[in-house]
């Protein structure tokens, strides 16, 4: 079936510096990519996605980047704060086509820990 | 509503007990998503439903499990005869029916002792 794989499990960075979460996935027909976080005690929130007739996207300080032929895609946070700690996942799925569901498959998640 | 709404928030049961989890999507979004989360692991698919449509229960783990939604409202899950392994965050999402871009809840944290 589908599947997701997101790479680290576990991220800890100095405030400051840049984060990178890295993810490949198995549908080649998937084509929308979403990134969330997840803060304790919260359900995930979109920050972020790219849909795959776009390579690289970006919004202040969180950029993402599509590689189709390789079926990877990456997160990258600079600039890091204390407050960019929590989980994030990834995430891959046909939305918006009629056939193969709006299934989305998400990633294991990513913790990331933001030292100040 | 201005978010999705998930009730309740937190819900101990004993084993073999059903339990019924309630979601309620943005008004305007027509499908709606269950995913279960375990403690500290991702968010595993369960079922989605897209306006009238039939669902997709592929992610259903086992007969003891169900939902419905009627119309594009308000949706339930239903555990029957709860175990432990039923133990976990389940979370709910809703999106417009292209599917871009889901609103989750902030999950019913089920706990079967």
């Known amino acids: 079936g589908e599947n997701v794989e997101q790479h680290p499990s576990t991220l800890s960075v100095q405030e400051g510096d840049s984060a990178v979460i890295k993810c490949t996935y198995s549908?080649?027909?998937?084509?929308?990519f979403p990134w969330y976080k997840q803060e304790l005690g919260k359900g995930p929130q979109l920050i972020i996605d790219i849909r795959s007739n776009v390579g690289e996207k970006k919004d202040q300080r969180i950029a993402v980047t599509l590689n189709k032929t390789a079926k990877h895609f990456s997160l990258h946070i600079t600039e890091t704060q204390p407050e960019d700690s929590a989980v994030y996942f990834c995430a891959a799925s046909r939305s918006g086509t009629l056939t193969g569901g709006f299934k989305t498959i998400f990633g294991a998640g990513t913790r990331l820990f933001v030292k100040a | 509503g201005a978010g999705v709404s998930q009730s309740p928030s937190n819900k101990v049961t004993e084993k073999g007990k059903d339990v019924e989890l309630r979601c309620d999507p943005i008004s305007g979004h027509t499908a709606l998503y269950w995913y279960r989360q375990r403690l500290g692991q991702g968010l595993e698919f369960l079922i989605y439903?897209?306006?009238?449509?039939?669902?997709?229960k592929s992610g259903l783990p086992s007969d003891r499990f169900s939902a419905e939604r009627t119309g594009e409202s308000v949706s339930t899950l239903t555990i029957q005869r709860t175990q432990q392994e039923d133990s976990a965050v389940y979370l709910c999402a809703s999106s417009l029916e292209s599917g871009y871009g889901y609103t989750f809840g902030s999950g019913t944290r089920l706990t079967v002792v």
């Open positions: 439903f897209q306006g009238n449509s039939a669902p997709d």
């Open positions: 549908d080649s027909a998937s084509n929308y």
